[in-house]
């Protein structure tokens, strides 16, 4: 059993530093990207004491928990666990998605009351994703959010790719062999870039009265300029 643990740790280590060594350019990327949100996201939570709208909403609060999830993803990428890090960007986006709706439908309704709500529902087949997406009300849904949704549900599912890394698996000598992609890094980062898009579109919706005091902010401007957030930039109407 510890020989086996052992085996592992060796092989995620030997797919760090293979992931550092060969893809560090790609890494690096995904890494301004995920802590390059810290001062924005920062910028979001007022001076004073929170309206009761943010407190409420589901939306403020999946805002405020996005390093984190942007930083495991970083985390997977790195460690070659790809399609993990998939999984964990489309889990970010549908959380989004059924927050905004939930805030959509219930405005008045207090926090806990909409996380039992979310706890209810997150499984029945009316609040299906893309069910929820064609009902919500924001702009370039069925251009760019509908499309990366199903991009990242088939990126997830096994694919030709998956099986041959199965069986480099299996006719390797190795106890773990270290399968490093930078397409594959490339690809998150470029998946993880729409998603906080989406994020921040969504946010603007959900809270109109935020817009002119994002625009005025130099380090959201910079942010979403430099990483080239179409939605983000059509939302704050900044060019």
Not at 71 to 99: G, M, P, V
């Amino acid at each position: 059993m510890l020989s086996s643990l052992d085996a592992l740790e060796k092989g995620f280590t030997e797919a760090r530093e293979k992931s550092r060594k060969e893809c560090g350019k790609e890494l690096e990327l995904l890494r301004e990207l995920v802590f390059g949100l810290r001062p924005v996201i920062k910028g979001l939570i007022p001076t004073s004491s929170l309206s009761p709208k943010k407190i409420n909403s589901l939306v403020f609060w999946n805002i405020m928990n996005l390093i984190h999830t942007g930083a495991y993803t970083l985390f997977l990428a790195s460690n070659a666990l790809y399609r993990t890090a998939y999984d964990n960007t489309r889990h970010i986006l549908e959380s989004i998605l059924q927050a905004f709706y939930l805030d959509s439908r219930h405005p008045d309704v207090h926090i806990d009351t909409k996380i039992e709500i979310l706890k209810e529902i997150e499984d029945e087949p009316s609040y299906h994703v893309i069910r929820l997406i064609n009902k919500l009300k924001i702009p370039n849904k069925d251009k760019i959010i509908i499309p990366l949704y199903h991009d990242l549900s088939n990126k997830i599912h096994p694919t030709i790719r998956t099986f041959k890394s199965v069986l480099e698996l299996f006719r390797s000598e190795d106890d773990m062999p270290t399968i490093v992609d930078c397409e594959e890094i490339r690809e998150i980062h470029n998946n993880t870039k729409t998603v906080i898009d989406v994020f921040l579109l969504i946010y603007i919706s959900s809270f109109p009265e935020d817009k002119e005091p994002l625009k005025n902010d130099k380090l959201v401007i910079d942010y979403v300029k430099k990483h080239q957030l179409i939605l983000a930039s059509e939302a704050l109407g900044i060019s």
